[in-house]
C-alpha cells in the first residue's frame, strides 16, 4: 500500500495548504469510516485515495448536517451548507472550511464531479425532510432521489464513462446496488432509527405483519416472531438487488475490480448477519464478523497487487 504522502503526490496535490486539507478529510475518513477506508487504501490505484477521500468526506459532512433535529432545522441547515458549497466551488476565492477545499480541488481535477455533487445536494432535500416511508414506492423513490446520488459521488471515479446518465449498465449496476445497500443498512440500524424515530421498513409492511411502529420502538419481545418473519423478507429483496450489482466489477477497468467485489463480498457478510439477527435487531444491531471481512479484504488485496504487477 501506498503511504498517504505518495498518494497525494501520485494525484498531483502537491501545494501545501491543499495537502493539509486533504489530510484533515483523511483523519475524519478514517474515523467514521475505517473498514471504506482500509478498502479504499488497499484495494484502489493510490491516484485515487485522495478523491475518494475527499468525496466520502464531503457526504458524510452532509449527512451529519441534516442527521438530527427538527425537520424545519434540518431543511434550513441543507440550505445553507448547499449555498456554502456553491460558493466554494464557483468562485475564484479559496474556501477556509478544509472539507470544502478538499472537494474543490477535486471538482477541479475530475470536473463531471460538480453535476454529481449538485444531484447530490439537490437529492438531500429528500433526506433533511425524511421521517420514514408510507410504501415501497417511497423507499424507491428516496433510493433515486438520494442513496444513489450519493453513491455516484464516488463511483463515478470507476465509472467507463463517469458523465453516464441513468441508462447506462454501470449506473444501472450502482443504483441495483446502492438499494440492496440501503435496505441492508436500514434493517441492520433499525434499533438505533426505531429510538430515533424513524425506521426505513415502508409502514404498509409493518401494518401487513401486524406490526406497529410503537411495538418497535418499545422493543416489545412480543413482536420478535413477526419481525423475523419481516426481517428475512426484506433481506430477500435486498438479496436480489445485490444480485444484480455482481455485474459491476465486469463493467470498470481491472484495477477497480477488487475494491468492487470486496464492497459487494461484505455487504453479503453483513445481510448475513442481518438474517441471523432477525427479530433480535430490534435490541442490537447486526454486523459482519471481523474475521470474515478481514479474509475479503486480504484476498482482494493480493488480486489487486497482482493486478497492478501485470499493469506494469
Request: with cysteine; proline share 6%.
Amino acid at each position: 500500500m501506498s503511504s498517504w504522502s505518495t498518494a497525494l503526490t501520485k494525484a498531483g496535490i502537491t501545494d501545501p495548504r491543499l495537502r493539509r486539507a486533504y489530510d484533515a478529510q483523511r483523519r475524519l475518513v478514517r474515523r467514521f469510516a475505517p473498514h471504506e477506508y482500509t478498502a479504499v487504501r488497499l484495494l484502489l490505484p493510490a491516484e485515487l485515495h485522495p478523491p475518494a477521500v475527499a468525496a466520502v468526506a464531503y457526504m458524510h459532512a452532509t449527512d451529519e448536517l441534516i442527521d438530527t433535529g427538527d425537520v424545519d432545522v434540518r431543511t434550513a441547515t441543507l440550505a445553507s451548507w448547499d449555498a456554502e458549497t456553491t460558493t466554494a466551488l464557483e468562485r475564484r476565492e479559496l474556501p477556509a472550511n478544509h472539507t470544502l477545499l478538499a472537494l474543490r480541488d477535486t471538482t477541479g481535477r475530475h470536473p463531471y464531479l460538480a453535476t454529481r455533487v449538485r444531484a447530490f445536494l439537490d437529492g438531500a432535500t429528500v433526506e433533511a425532510s425524511w421521517t420514514g416511508f408510507a410504501t415501497e414506492a417511497d423507499f424507491q423513490a428516496y433510493v433515486d432521489s438520494y442513496a444513489l446520488p450519493a453513491l455516484m459521488l464516488t463511483a463515478s471515479l470507476l465509472a467507463p464513462d463517469p458523465d453516464a446518465g441513468p441508462g447506462d449498465p454501470y449506473v444501472q449496476g450502482c443504483r441495483a446496488l446502492i438499494e440492496g445497500l440501503q435496505r441492508a443498512d436500514f434493517l441492520a440500524d433499525l434499533a438505533e432509527d426505531a429510538e430515533d424515530g424513524r425506521i426505513g421498513i415502508p409502514e404498509d409492511e409493518l401494518v401487513r405483519h401486524g406490526l406497529k411502529f410503537e411495538d418497535l420502538r418499545s422493543r416489545s419481545e412480543a413482536c420478535e416472531p413477526a419481525l423475523g418473519r419481516l426481517v428475512l423478507e426484506q433481506a430477500d429483496l435486498a438479496e436480489a438487488t445485490l444480485t444484480e450489482g455482481r455485474k459491476l466489477p465486469a463493467l470498470v477497468a481491472p484495477g477497480y475490480r477488487p475494491f468492487l467485489d470486496a464492497l459487494i463480498a461484505v455487504q453479503e457478510l453483513r445481510l448475513r448477519a442481518v438474517r441471523r439477527e432477525g427479530g433480535r435487531l430490534l435490541r442490537r444491531g447486526a454486523s459482519p464478523a471481523a474475521p470474515a471481512s478481514l479474509r475479503v479484504l486480504v484476498r482482494q488485496y493480493c488480486r489487486a497487487r497482482a493486478e497492478r504487477r501485470r499493469a506494469r
